[in-house]
């Protein structure tokens, strides 16, 4: 620990006289941390939740759909058969996970758990699911998508099917209150509520494990702060831009067209990466790159250079004489 000068002990004795908190420079001093950079907020702990509860079964998730012929009643397996000659070979791989009607037979996997996520994760850390979870190698990946601010609108659109049609689920009061009090007391609040289950997380990831963390402009500078210091700054993996939308203004600045993910890992020097490449599906090609190239025969996309201004045909300009 470092010398203290005869003034900075006489400051000591005065703050705890007063009963008052030391500045911060003396918890560098005192206790020599040595963390160049740390985020502070009101009300901050290095304590996070620790209780573990039972899961009360909300969500059954089956099988993947897939293509698969029909079983009428005089082929169909008994519960407690495995369905053998009616699925596709897809499915076949996963026989030992789900019995003939998709629902799964055993095991910690496809599991939707409906609850605050605060107690799930020390649930999972420290419940009776954490040996099994590791017995099957781990969790290698989380995916989070936190709320970026208070007041938007929560309701999504849920596709039903494959016909296109589509219902818009409403926020319930249990989920319009989590919202509303994550940023009800400002930013120091969403910070807290942020890092203790960044905290969780780290805890729960396998030593290759990696998560990943979607923001937007509200809240990404909080957030990156948030994992460096959970995660370290060695194990920042990717800065990810997701261009939501085209090109465009909006009214007194310039447009906000992407969302951020963070990719971080467990350790600095081990991860899992699986290259995500995929090919388009053949109705995305037929509707985006409907138009073909008369010298190569390849598809290209159409699409504008430039965005107009808002209402007005304004940003057009002529190229090449067209």
């Known amino acids: 620990m470092p010398r203290l000068t005869e003034q900075e002990k006489q400051e000591i004795v005065r703050f705890l006289e007063a009963d008052k908190p030391l500045p911060d420079k003396y918890r560098f001093l005192l206790f020599g941390d040595r963390r160049e950079v740390e985020l502070v907020w009101n009300g901050k702990t290095a304590e996070v939740c620790n209780i573990v509860l039972p899961f009360q079964t909300i969500e059954q998730v089956d099988e993947p759909r897939v293509e698969k012929p029909r079983m009428d009643a005089n082929t169909r397996e008994s519960e407690g058969d495995i369905g053998v000659h009616s699925?596709?070979?897809a499915v076949e791989d996963q026989v030992p996970l789900f019995d003939f009607r998709g629902r799964q037979l055993k095991g910690w996997t496809n599991k939707l758990i409906w609850g605050d996520n605060k107690l799930i994760l020390p649930s999972l850390k420290s419940g009776p699911l954490r040996a099994e979870i590791e017995a099957q190698g781990g969790l290698k990946l989380i995916y989070i998508d936190p709320p970026f601010d208070v007041g938007a609108d929560f309701s999504m659109d849920i596709e039903i099917g494959d016909g296109g049609d589509t219902f818009t689920k409403k926020p319930g009061i249990l989920e319009e209150i989590a919202c509303r009090d994550t940023w009800g007391k400002g930013a120091d609040s969403f910070i807290a509520m942020i890092y203790e289950r960044l905290v969780l997380m780290r805890d729960l990831?396998?030593?290759?494990?990696?998560?990943?963390?979607?923001?937007?402009?509200?809240?990404?500078?909080?957030?990156?702060l948030a994992?460096?210091?959970?995660?370290?700054?060695?194990?920042?993996?990717?800065?990810?831009?997701?261009?939501?939308?085209?090109?465009?203004?909006?009214?007194?600045?310039?447009?906000?067209?992407?969302?951020t993910l963070y990719s971080y890992s467990k350790t600095r020097n081990k991860w899992t990466w699986n290259n995500p490449t995929a090919s388009f599906e053949e109705w995305y090609v037929e509707?985006?790159?409907?138009?073909?190239?008369?010298r190569t025969g390849r598809r290209f996309m159409s699409r504008d250079i430039t965005a107009p201004a808002h209402g007005r045909s304004t940003g057009v300009y002529e190229w090449k004489g067209k």
């Not at 990831?205 to 990156?224: F, K, M, P, Q, T």
């Not at 509707?287 to 073909?292: D, G, M, N, S």
């Open 287 to 294: 509707r985006y790159y409907r138009y073909i190239d008369e």
């Open 227 to 259: 994992l460096d210091e959970v995660f370290g700054t060695d194990s920042a993996r990717n800065s990810i831009v997701w261009k939501r939308t085209t090109a465009h203004s909006d009214p007194g600045r310039y447009g906000i067209i992407d969302d």
């Open 205 to 224: 990831l396998a030593e290759n494990g990696s998560i990943y963390v979607h923001c937007d402009w509200r809240v990404n500078s909080y957030i990156r």
């Open 87 to 89: 699925r596709s070979s």
